[in-house]
């Protein structure tokens, strides 16, 4: 069965950090563009950030340039997301999946919660 777990959230002030994984099984994604999207409550996911298949191009959606850094670990079949001066409205659930999304590849994802 093929999956995309995603951890390393949970309750952080403003101005903190976290940084956040998403580890595939039952197949390689090494040869797929992969992503970070988050969706807050009573809105609709969105996307976060993304990194090429070798690593070599990222991008960012502005609200998250500076802040946030996606990586990629190929020999670990992992992607991470690297969170820095978390503010309020960074409070969502976070996944990762292919970029552009598969819908069956849809984790549970990871709960960030920013607040003082």
């Known amino acids: 069965q093929v999956q995309l777990v995603e951890s390393g959230g949970g309750l952080v002030q403003p101005g903190g950090s976290l940084r956040l994984s998403c580890a595939a099984s039952?197949?390689?994604?090494?040869?797929?563009?992969m992503g970070w999207f988050r969706q807050a409550p009573g809105k609709e996911r969105e996307f976060v950030a993304a990194?090429?298949?070798?690593?070599?191009?990222?991008y960012y959606a502005d609200s998250v340039k500076g802040r946030f850094t996606i990586s990629r670990d190929n020999a670990k079949n992992t992607v991470y997301l690297q969170m820095n001066t978390l503010k309020p409205e960074d409070t969502a659930v976070y996944y990762c999946?292919?970029?552009?999304?598969?819908?069956?590849?849809w984790g549970q994802g990871t709960q960030v919660t920013v607040s003082s």
């Open positions: 999946n292919a970029n552009p999304p598969i819908q069956k590849y």
């Open positions: 039952g197949r390689t994604f090494n040869n797929y563009d």
């Open positions: 990194i090429s298949w070798g690593g070599g191009r990222t």
